[in-house]
């Protein structure tokens, strides 16, 4: 168990519609990353935050968009779903923005968009 | 930019084989080297990393060493088991960068009794 919990573990839909994927990061993390990982693309970068601000952004298309709560949990929405946005949807954590610090992943999310 | 190549999977075995998953990049800067595992329905595990050249990761009998000059980070294991049966993933990050990982496509391995 890493530490970093996601909410929900799977998640069913269908186009056009929007959800919320959440993330709690190991404790005392103030960093929280998004990937997505799909068959085509594999594991991907989306977006980094740090201690509530946005540091870091990947290949995050403009539907999607995230959040980092002042409890540091997060929150990844995802908009006007496609049937392409069927992945799973990874969140981790580390001690903070440089330095080196070791990510640790959540179980992940895995979304269907039907 | 920066990228990781993995070798194609799937990778058969059977127990007690050795193992070896090459691993090469590309970085525009100085990168720190991971693996990572994934076993079947969970998420991503660190397996080991170096974070400079010549450095040996190793981990549960697995070993990977740090080579600037071929820019590799070849993942190796003596005897493999059932139990290694996973995907696993080289990535890179750079120093003093951006804190994202890079991953490669990832390589299924599968360990036959």
């Known amino acids: 168990d890493s530490g970093v919990t996601q909410t929900p573990k799977h998640l069913i839909t269908a186009t056009g519609q929007r959800v919320t994927l959440r993330c709690s990061p190991r404790s005392g993390d103030l960093s929280v990353y998004w990937y997505q990982q799909s068959l085509d693309q594999g594991l991907q970068f989306l977006i980094q935050?740090?201690?509530?601000?946005?540091?870091a952004k990947g290949n995050i298309l403009e539907r999607f968009s995230a959040q980092q709560f002042p409890d540091l949990h997060s929150e990844l929405n995802l908009s006007s779903l496609e049937l392409g946005d069927s992945a799973l949807y990874f969140c981790a954590s580390s001690e903070g923005v440089a330095g080196g610090g070791l990510q640790f992943f959540g179980p992940g999310t895995r979304l269907t968009v039907l | 930019g920066n990228s990781v190549t993995q070798m194609e999977g799937p990778v058969t075995l059977s127990e007690e084989a050795f193992l070896t998953i090459n691993c090469t990049y590309t970085a525009t800067g100085y990168p720190s080297l991971f693996w990572y595992v994934q076993y079947p329905g969970e998420g991503l595990q660190l397996l080991l990393k170096a974070t400079k050249a010549d450095d040996k990761g190793s981990n549960k009998g697995f070993e990977a060493t740090y080579r600037k000059e071929t820019t590799s980070f070849h993942l190796e294991k003596g005897s493999v088991q059932v139990s290694d049966s996973a995907v696993y993933f080289c990535?890179?990050?750079?120093?003093?960068?951006?804190?994202?990982?890079?991953f490669g496509k990832g390589t299924k391995l599968t360990v036959n009794p």
């Open positions: 935050y740090y201690n509530g601000e946005e540091r």
């Open positions: 990535a890179l990050k750079i120093q003093g960068g951006s804190e994202k990982l890079v």
